[in-house]
């Protein structure tokens, strides 16, 4: 399984990013896809995830200004970020599974100035 995520940057307090990720080696099309984010000194936190069908949830920190979207023709999934916020600063993360097993792909870093 390979995660190539991309689209991360700097960014000022209300800006926009809009994050990919690419997938392989795995049946895209039935994956649940999730985006975690790791901010300096804290826990991984679960941001967003879609089924296959595109049903999605996220956590309650982004509702409203992140939608998470996916192309299973593309196998890629995005993570639209709008009006972004110092605190969505950290690294962030695609994330998969298969037979069990979690995927992460290499992390991309969003950093928000105010």
């Known amino acids: 399984v390979q995660l190539q995520a991309s689209g991360g940057g700097s960014v000022q307090a209300g800006e926009s990013l809009r994050l990919s990720c690419a997938a392989s080696?795995?049946?895209?099309?039935?994956?649940?896809m999730g985006w975690y984010r790791q901010a300096p000194g804290k826990q991984r936190e679960l941001v967003a995830k879609i089924t296959g069908v595109g049903s999605a949830n996220y956590v309650d920190s982004v509702k409203g200004r992140f939608t998470i979207s996916r192309d299973n023709v593309r196998r890629t999934v995005w993570l639209q970020m709008n009006s972004l916020k110092p605190e969505d600063t950290a690294v962030y993360y695609c994330?998969?599974?298969?037979?069990?097993?979690?995927?992460w792909g290499q992390g991309t870093e969003v950093t928000v100035s105010s």
């Open positions: 994330t998969t599974q298969r037979s069990g097993m979690d995927y």
């Open positions: 080696g795995v049946i895209f099309s039935t994956s649940v």
